[in-house]
Nanobody, 115 residues
Framework: QVQLVESGGGLVQPGGSLRLSCAAS????????MGWYRQAPGKQRELVAF???????NYAHSVKGRFTISRDNAKSTVNLQMNSLKPEDTAVYYC?????????WGQGTQVTVSS
């Protein structure tokens, strides 16, 4: 099993930056990929970005060029650097881990982009 704990959300003005972090614990050596999803009010949860063990990355079209995902295998953490934030980025952001084909989720962290 895997446990995920997110941190770093908050309120930021449009054009600002935030950095989300997710710390994994448990059977971390069997995690194949980690990523971030988000869910805005009234909308479905959507993929933001993910990174594999081989450091391959994939981004949603809406965040390409603004968000960067990184992974520190030694510290079992995955980070999401979010720049040039827009009001439409407002959502609860969830960390996700693919562990032996099963997906684990963090509790979520709120990101609000507003002036």
């Amino acid at each position: 099993q895997v446990q995920l704990v997110e941190s770093g959300g908050g309120l930021v003005q449009p054009g600002g930056s935030l950095r989300l972090s997710c710390a994994a614990s448990g059977d971390i050596f069997s995690i194949a990929a980690m990523g971030w999803y988000r869910q805005a009010p009234g909308k479905q949860r959507e993929l933001v970005a993910f990174i594999t063990n081989g450091s391959s990355t994939n981004y949603a079209h809406s965040v390409k060029g603004r968000f960067t995902i990184s992974r520190d295998n030694a510290k079992s953490t995955v980070n999401l650097q979010m720049n040039s934030l827009k009001p439409e980025d407002t959502a609860v952001y969830y960390c996700n881990a693919d562990h032996l084909g099963r997906h684990y989720w963090g509790q979520g962290t709120q990101v609000t982009v507003s002036s």
